[in-house]
């Protein structure tokens, strides 16, 4: 089990206050987002080589986490 609270950070005045990345201002939904327009693991790591696989991977992990609470919710 990976710890979100190691890697996805909230921050009131840093990006809207929307998930971020170790810090970063590269937010979860960044990821999703450059994954569905096409970018592959490597090509993200090659455009922004602050960031890890694990963070990649970590950030699709909380997305699902959340939309699986939002099914839960409804």
């Known amino acids: ?38 970018m592959t693991f490597d090509d993200i790591l090659m455009d922004f080589p602050e960031l890890t696989r694990e963070d990649i991977t970590v950030a699709l992990q909380f997305a699902a986490n959340q939309q699986q609470r939002i099914a839960y919710a409804a």
Do not use: F
């Open 1 to 38: 089990m990976i710890l979100y609270q190691n890697i996805i950070t909230i921050e009131e005045g840093k990006r809207g206050g929307k998930p971020c990345i170790r810090g970063m201002r590269i937010t979860v939904e960044d990821i999703l987002r450059w994954l569905a327009a096409g």
